[in-house]
């Protein structure tokens, strides 16, 4: 269950991340609303699954999957620069963080 909570806040944080970038310096008000709401979802939930889980592999679960989110996101709606590069970097680290996870730090 704690893995899911890290799931789920991760991608919150790809919603906050986005919005972020939408609230165009906190200008506007929407937005805006929204980066608090996953902002305050995606720790919350952070917070409760560190209570169960090394904080270590979960953290980079969760950085992880915010980059990643981030960046495919941006490409699909935003209209980010697609290159090889950014494809590769992107599936290094989800490979990074499948790799934490297969290390043995996982609960």
């Given at each position: 269950m704690a893995w899911l909570l890290v799931i789920v806040a991760g991608i919150l944080e790809t919603g906050f991340a986005v919005c972020l970038k939408l609230s165009h310096g906190f200008t506007r008000l929407w937005p805006t609303v929204a980066f608090c709401a996953f902002a305050l979802g995606s720790?919350?939930?952070?917070?409760?699954?560190?209570?169960?889980?090394?904080?270590?592999?979960?953290?980079?679960?969760?950085?992880?999957?915010?980059?990643?989110?981030?960046?495919?996101?941006?490409?699909?709606?935003?209209?980010?620069?697609?290159?090889?590069?950014?494809?590769?970097?992107?599936?290094?680290?989800?490979?990074g963080v499948i790799g934490l996870q297969l290390s043995g730090g996982a609960h």
């Open positions: 720790f919350g939930l952070l917070t409760l699954a560190l209570k169960r889980l090394d904080v270590g592999p979960a953290y980079a679960v969760w950085t992880g999957i915010g980059a990643a989110g981030t960046a495919i996101y941006g490409m699909v709606f935003l209209d980010d620069v697609v290159s090889v590069l950014k494809l590769v970097s992107i599936t290094l680290v989800i490979v």
